[in-house]
């Protein structure tokens, strides 16, 4: 049968042998930090939450070192 056959079987995809995230608890982010963050928000100079926020200036620093 081809491709035009009313019903398919799908292949099963094998399931991925690693994970593409993983989850990370920082031990201390000082208060300023939330607060400088906080006003980005309030002046609409940042869309991202905290978090997003961190990923993203992570990803930034680590290009910069040429580590990605």
Known sequence: MGNDALL???E???AATTRAVRTKTL???PETFF???KTLRDTNK???????YIMEAL???LERDGAI
């Open 46 to 52: 940042t869309n991202l939450d905290f978090s997003n």
């Open 59 to 61: 990803r930034e620093k």
């Open 12 to 14: 099963q995809q094998p």
């Open 35 to 37: 607060a400088a963050h």
């Open 27 to 29: 031990k201390a982010i």
């Open 8 to 10: 398919q079987v799908a």
